[in-house]
């Protein structure tokens, strides 16, 4: 199974920015799609953003025009820039991965086989 290792979560003021980073390694097969989500106590998780088979990007409305997120194909990694930050964004980050899922699903955590550990995001008004 890949293993997904995300870094880069801290305590920020609001406005702030903050580059999150998840690591992939073991069996990936290509195409695979990686995301972003995220979990604020009390809520359930919410797509934050995905690179869907190695190609563009998409948002979850909350995010869009402040998080953009990025992969490196050859190391493996994606990262999440994330600018303009507000106190609702605060959050365990969670990296995701797969190679099986379809674009119609792109947005349904079920549909991912992957998980890290997540990354603690809190920010500060």
Do not use: N
Not at 18 to 24: D, P
Not at 105 to 119: H, K, M, P, V
């Amino acid at each position: 199974q890949v293993h997904l290792v995300e870094s880069g979560g801290e305590s920020v003021r609001t406005g702030d920015s903050l580059r999150l980073a998840c690591a992939a390694s073991g069996p990936i097969s290509r195409p695979y799609t990686m995301a972003w989500f995220r979990q604020a106590p009390g809520k359930e998780r919410e797509f934050v953003s995905a690179i869907f088979r190695g190609g563009r990007a998409y948002y979850g409305d909350s995010v869009k025009g402040r998080f953009t997120m990025s992969g490196d194909k050859v190391e493996y990694k994606v990262y999440l820039q994330m600018t303009s930050l507000r106190p609702d964004d605060t959050a365990v980050y969670y990296c995701a991965a797969s190679s099986t899922l379809i674009l119609s699903t792109l947005r349904s955590q079920s549909a991912y086989g992957s998980w890290g550990q997540g990354t603690q995001v809190i920010v500060s008004s």
